[in-house]
């Protein structure tokens, strides 16, 4: 007895600019994708409405209604893709309410249309986390609830880098590193990747000083007990802890608690360490 071939994802792409919109549906087309493209947010919304499509890729700026606008509708209709927000405008509002409205990804124009297509696979993933919760998403201050998932630890990631964008690039970076590493520190060891946990992550920007919190559902640590990482070592043997980690079958790593304290101008930890405060003083001329 022979089975059909599985049905393609059906992806919408809406951008108002014809070039970008031709690049993006043609690499998706090849890649297997079902793919409809539109030139404005009006039409786009009325595809959606009719057609089930598993994921959308809108441009801010369109005719009739901008990309956000159709993100805010769709969310409250029946066909809910996934959508990914594409802007050459990556400013902190836009930024802001592409989180709030629980947009997939927020990718900045131009990117290489192949970029589209490692988009799509990690969306389309069957495993894909559910949603980011927004507690905040004022612009000095974000909060936001997680999924213990090393895919939200990442997408957060790229959201949060972006409302950095006047930072210096060697600031902006670091930064980047540190955050990263204190998520996928929160969502592995304190969540245990179950993604029905939740990490939950505060970014407070302020003229003078970026701060990053993050709290994890464990039970906390003490640093004489990691033996699988570089900061429960001693200063002889810095180390050791790479036998740990091959022993206990973990990803290669564990320099990311001493790594993240270099780049840190403090970095404070409550009683039990299951809650981590990342500060980063900023002077006149990055704030």
Same mark, same amino acid.
Not at 1 to 4: C, G, K, L, P
């Given at each position: 007895?022979?089975?059909?071939p ?6 919408? +792409? ?10 993006? %549906? ?8 079902? +793919? ?6 009006? $039409? ?7 057609? *089930?499509?598993?994921?959308?890729f ?9 990309? #956000?606008?159709?993100?805010?509708? +769709? ?11 594409m802007?050459? &405008?990556?400013?902190?509002? *836009? ?32 495993d894909?986390s559910?949603?980011? $919760? ?31 964008? &006047?930072?210096? &690039?060697?600031?902006? *970076? ?21 993604p *029905? ?9 302020? %003229?003078?000083? #970026? ?6 559902p ?20 810095? +180390? ?24 840190? &101008?403090?970095l ?20």
């Open positions: 007895m022979s089975h059909a599985p049905q393609p994802h059906r992806i919408l +792409v809406a951008d108002d600019d014809r070039p970008t919109r031709f690049a993006i %549906s043609s690499i998706l087309k090849k890649a297997g994708y079902a +793919v409809t493209a539109v030139g404005d947010g009006g $039409e786009a919304l009325r595809k959606i409405q009719k057609t *089930n499509f598993a994921l959308a809108l441009d801010i700026w369109m005719p009739e209604l901008t990309g #956000l606008e159709v993100l805010a509708r +769709v969310r409250a209709g029946k066909s809910r893709p996934k959508v990914i927000i802007t050459s &405008d990556g400013t902190p509002d *836009n930024v802001l309410r592409a989180i709030r409205e629980q947009a997939y990804e927020y990718v900045s124009k131009p990117f290489p249309p192949k970029e589209a297509i490692e988009l799509a696979e990690r969306a389309l993933k069957q894909a559910p949603p980011i $919760e927004v507690i905040s998403a004022k612009p000095h201050w974000v909060e936001l609830l997680i999924p213990c998932t090393r895919e939200a630890a990442e997408r957060i990631q790229s959201f949060l880098m972006k409302l950095e964008a &006047d930072l210096p &690039d060697d600031m902006r *970076n670091t930064i980047g590193l540190a955050f990263r590493e204190l998520v996928l520190n929160a969502v592995e060891w304190g969540g245990k990747l179950d *029905n946990r939740k990490v939950r992550i505060a970014y407070v920007r302020s %003229s003078r000083m #970026l701060l990053y919190r993050v709290a994890d464990g039970p906390g640590f003490s640093f004489k007990d990691l033996t699988h990482a570089a900061v429960g070592q001693p200063a002889d043997d810095p +180390v050791a802890h790479m036998a740990v980690r091959d022993q206990l079958g973990i990803r290669p790593g564990g320099f990311g608690i001493a790594m993240t304290r270099s780049m840190a &101008d403090e404070i930890y409550n009683e039990a360490q299951n809650e981590v405060m990342f500060v980063k003083y900023l002077t006149a001329d990055t704030s």
